[in-house]
């Protein structure tokens, strides 16, 4: 069974630019979350989808958004760049709630802003 | 809230020495407990989890850790180290009471773990 996959794997954004960055969930799950990963501030959790819905999101401004489409697959933006949105940002999938089942993560996507 | 704490930011150990990495957690609830290790350039891979069965968890690579209440803590341990273990390692911890668990994992600051010759 192929693993979570993520594109583009690296990506180079100027400031004020705005980003997408995908997912594609192990075949069966349905529920993905997203974290940023820095190397400041670690691994924080940003939101998580399940069933085409945002169930919850973690403290980041509204600069950052995600959906989740019909087929489980997710993206998130990120508007207005900022230097410091420069980070890996991962996504994970579980084949139930992340609370409860075992989150698999992607080999994220190393976004640079300059 | 839940939070984690890896105690040491970098931990070094000769080849085929005992490995220890320590992960203390504070939760209101009966948490779920992880450890995931990143490689250089990659994403997470789950080394083992703790989901309220038997208390000494045993994980991919050798890998065990075991659940303790009273200390609220999750060491992970490896009876030999291998220069393959070199590697960044990290403690979550998840609410599996919310509801349905929408919270995602809260992780702690990982520890690198070097591996001397």
């Known amino acids: 069974k192929a693993g979570v996959t993520q594109t583009p794997r690296y990506l180079i954004k100027t400031r004020g630019q705005q980003v997408t960055l995908s997912c594609s969930p192990i075949s069966g799950h349905r529920s993905v979350s997203w974290y940023q990963q820095t190397p400041g501030q670690g691994l924080q959790f940003l939101f998580e989808y399940f069933s085409e819905t945002q169930r919850n999101k973690g403290n980041f401004p509204g600069r950052f958004s995600g959906r989740q489409f019909s087929n489980s697959r997710s993206e998130m933006n990120v508007s207005t760049l900022e230097l410091g949105d420069s980070a890996l940002y991962l996504c994970?999938?579980?084949?139930?709630?992340?609370?409860?089942?075992?989150?698999?993560f992607g080999p994220g996507t190393r976004l640079l802003v300059l | 809230a839940q939070s984690v704490t890896q105690l040491g930011s970098h931990v070094s150990v000769s080849e085929g020495a005992l490995v220890l990495l320590r992960c203390n957690y504070s939760s209101s609830v009966p948490p779920y407990l992880f450890w995931y290790v990143q490689y250089p350039n990659q994403g997470l891979q789950l080394l083992l989890k703790?989901?309220?069965?038997?208390?000494l968890v045993k994980g991919i690579n050798g890998f065990e850790a075991e659940f303790k209440k009273s200390e609220t803590s999750f060491h992970l341990t490896k009876p030999s180290a291998h220069m393959s273990d070199a590697a960044e390692y990290f403690c979550a911890v998840s609410d599996p009471s919310s509801g349905g668990g929408a919270d995602g994992l809260t992780f702690g600051k990982g520890t690198h773990l070097i591996i001397q010759p």
């Open positions: 994970a999938s579980t084949a139930g709630s992340p609370g409860l089942g075992t989150q698999y």
């Open positions: 703790y989901t309220s069965a038997a208390t």
